[in-house]
């Protein structure tokens, strides 16, 4: 395990299998010579940012105890007091960030699937077996009542023939056929 020497104080937030390789959930290092320092932990670049030599840290350490900059730890803890503060407020405001951008993709998912639905519905194949290529009903075939035709016409409604001119029409089948009898009945 390296000694390392910190010209700035730091604390390391460690990950889920750091915790458990090292039973904390962070390491704190204040200005100063730490022996003993994890070989991964001392690897990470945010570590290794917050490293001087022996010599900086020498310099480092009188300063943090002088009049100017405070009275022993109090400006150190001062420091990170407000170093913490405002990765706090950088954090918040990431994750207000991130909150927002997720609520978003919640809506264009909705969206997209609402505007999936209407195109498969307008895409999807309709029931033809009631439309011939003439458009008229070819579901049922014609009846024929002497020289009059019962033809099925759009949404079941029936009309009656003769020839291919319309005699009537918009009947219910029972009158259609009626009306056909009717017809050959009076000649």
Same mark, same amino acid.
């Given at each position: =395990?390296?000694?390392?020497?910190?010209?700035k104080a730091c604390t390391v937030l460690l990950? $889920?299998?750091?915790?458990?390789?090292?039973?904390? $959930?962070?390491?704190?290092?204040?200005?100063?010579?730490?022996?003993?320092?994890?070989?991964?932990?001392? +690897?990470?670049?945010?570590? !290794?940012?917050?490293?001087?030599? $022996?010599?900086?840290?020498?310099?480092?350490?009188? @300063? &943090?105890?002088?009049?100017?900059?405070?009275?022993?730890? +109090?400006?150190?803890?001062? &420091? =990170?007091?407000?170093?913490? $503060? #405002? %990765?706090? *407020?950088?954090? /918040?405001?990431? #994750?207000?960030?991130? =909150?927002?951008?997720?609520n978003a993709l919640s809506a264009e998912q909705? @969206?997209?699937? /609402?505007?999936?639905?209407?195109? #498969?519905?307008?895409? %999807?194949?309709?029931?033809?077996?009631?439309?011939?290529?003439?458009? +008229?009903? %070819?579901? *049922?075939?014609?009846?024929t009542v002497g020289d009059y035709t019962v033809?099925?016409?759009?949404?079941?409604?029936?009309?009656?023939?003769?020839?291919? !001119?319309?005699?009537? /029409?918009?009947?219910?089948? &029972?009158?259609? *056929?009626?009306?056909? &009898?009717?017809?050959?009945?009076?000649?």
């Amino acid at each position: =395990m390296p000694t390392l020497f910190f010209r700035k104080a730091c604390t390391v937030l460690l990950n $889920d299998e750091e915790r458990t390789a090292h039973g904390a $959930d962070r390491f704190f290092f204040d200005i100063g010579r730490h022996d003993d320092v994890p070989a991964d932990i001392a +690897e990470k670049p945010y570590v !290794q940012a917050h490293l001087g030599t $022996d010599k900086d840290v020498r310099a480092a350490v009188p @300063a &943090a105890n002088s009049p100017t900059t405070g009275t022993g730890g +109090e400006a150190a803890l001062a &420091a =990170m007091t407000a170093e913490r $503060d #405002e %990765a706090l *407020e950088r954090a /918040e405001k990431a #994750e207000a960030s991130l =909150m927002d951008a997720l609520n978003a993709l919640s809506a264009e998912q909705a @969206a997209h699937a /609402e505007t999936q639905k209407l195109l #498969e519905d307008a895409t %999807a194949p309709k029931d033809q077996s009631d439309i011939s290529s003439s458009g +008229e009903g %070819a579901s *049922e075939p014609d009846e024929t009542v002497g020289d009059y035709t019962v033809r099925r016409g759009y949404q079941g409604t029936y009309k009656v023939l003769k020839g291919e !001119q319309v005699l009537a /029409e918009g009947l219910s089948k &029972a009158d259609a *056929e009626a009306k056909a &009898a009717e017809m050959k009945a009076q000649g």
